[in-house]
């Protein structure tokens, strides 16, 4: 069955300047309050992965329901500390002195993803301060990657990220104070408890060995049908064992379902089939859509041949492989035609490019009221910027 664009978002389209990112601010307070419940109801501590979501203009609203930021390197930890203002952890596959240095004037934890880089580091940790804490990340041999197979799972065979239980004994454990794994991605509330519960099962002389458990990203806990009372009900017994915190950062699961990405079609051309092209490009604009791969979701359409018209979508580069998919709709697309693809938040923005000159999308709010307010318009000199 397609699905109707939401009411106050078809009111803004027509004036809407394209291509944009359009983040829908009455979903996003929607996912905020799931946050806002799971913490509450789990006694746990809930992280924005900058990762995959950074819009500093909607931080002061996740302010009010999140307990701060998770980076995967210096400039997505200053980001956490100048415009969110709450704690910030860090973790990296590696680090240098020189970057490590700069980590701790900003960031409030640290991940370390080896046994040779904690014990190279800690001193640094140490030196820095009582209040900053020391982390190691283990492979715990469990995943629920549903995106992406080995592109995604972090316990694929050969993996880098962590320490397998086998290395963990050595370890100077009165020196470490969380105990970190991520090894899901857009998991339900399976994934989520089946995580916590092989965590438990597992490696519980480790976990009372340190004051936090930190269960990364990759649950869903926006998604529709992903059972919220299952994961605090695991969170709470979890703490109930082990008297220890509990952390999750989820990044993509804060932002599930908030926000689109709005492009007009150029042209429609004919080779075997129809191809329209749009202003926006799989290979700038949505880079999962070909490295998972995967069709992203578009209101008003359907998968090819279900509805009575099927038409290729691609990007405005010299790409071949520029195809954001093919899907069918009630009638001809023509150019000029506005198409919204839904959850377009997560990991998009965040890794777009301007490959062939092409300008980076707007950054929009889409306000309850249908009023649209354009945050950020990229020019020429956002491009020639990242050439040097």
């Not at 601010?25 to 946050?35: D, H, V, Y």
């Not at 140490?126 to 990340?137: F, L």
């Not at 804060?254 to 150029?266: N, R």
Request: include cysteine.
């Amino acid at each position: 069955m397609r699905e109707a664009l939401p009411a106050h978002l078809a009111s803004a389209l027509p004036a809407m300047s394209t291509p944009a990112y359009v983040v829908d601010m009455a979903a996003l307070k929607r996912n905020m309050a799931i946050a806002k419940r799971i913490r509450a109801q789990a006694g746990c501590r809930v992280l924005l992965a900058t990762k995959s979501f950074a819009l500093p203009v909607v931080f002061p609203l996740m302010r009010e329901f999140l307990d701060g930021t998770t980076a995967s390197g210096l400039f997505e930890a200053r980001l956490g500390r100048e415009e969110f203002g709450a704690e910030v952890h860090v973790y990296s596959p590696a680090y240098t002195e020189a970057t490590l240095a700069e980590l701790l004037k900003v960031s409030d934890h640290i991940y370390f993803n080896s046994a040779a880089q904690l014990r190279r580091f800690l001193p640094m940790v140490r030196a820095a301060g009582e209040h900053k804490k020391a982390g190691i990340r283990i492979n715990p041999g469990y995943s629920k990657a549903t995106l992406g197979g080995d592109l995604y799972d972090p316990c694929s065979p050969r993996s880098r990220f962590g320490v397998t239980e086998r290395d963990l004994e050595g370890l100077p454990w009165d020196d470490i104070d969380i105990l970190h794994c991520h090894s899901l991605c857009e998991a339900l509330h399976d994934g989520s408890t089946g995580l916590i519960s092989h965590v438990a099962n597992e490696f519980a002389p480790y976990i009372r060995r340190v004051k936090a458990v930190n269960f990364g990203g990759g649950h869903f806990v926006c998604k529709q049908g992903y059972d919220v009372e299952a994961l605090t009900r695991a969170i709470r017994e979890f703490r109930a064992a082990f008297g220890v915190e509990v952390i999750l950062e989820p990044g993509s699961g804060l932002v599930v379902d908030a926000g689109y990405l709005v492009t007009t079609v150029l042209d429609v051309v004919h080779n075997e089939a129809d191809i329209a092209v749009c202003d926006a490009s799989a290979a700038c604009h949505m880079p999962d859509v070909l490295e998972v791969p995967y069709t992203p979701p578009l209101f008003g359409a359907q998968g090819p041949g279900v509805l009575s018209y099927t038409c290729i979508l691609a990007g405005n580069t010299c790409m071949t492989g520029d195809v954001i998919g093919e899907y069918s709709f009630a009638g001809p697309i023509k150019p000029g035609d506005r198409l919204v693809f839904k959850d377009m938040l997560q990991y998009s923005f965040v890794k777009n490019n301007t490959f062939n000159g092409t300008p980076l999308p707007d950054l929009a709010l889409l306000h309850e009221d249908g009023r649209v307010e354009v945050v950020h318009r990229f020019g020429y000199k956002d491009f020639r910027g990242r050439l040097g």
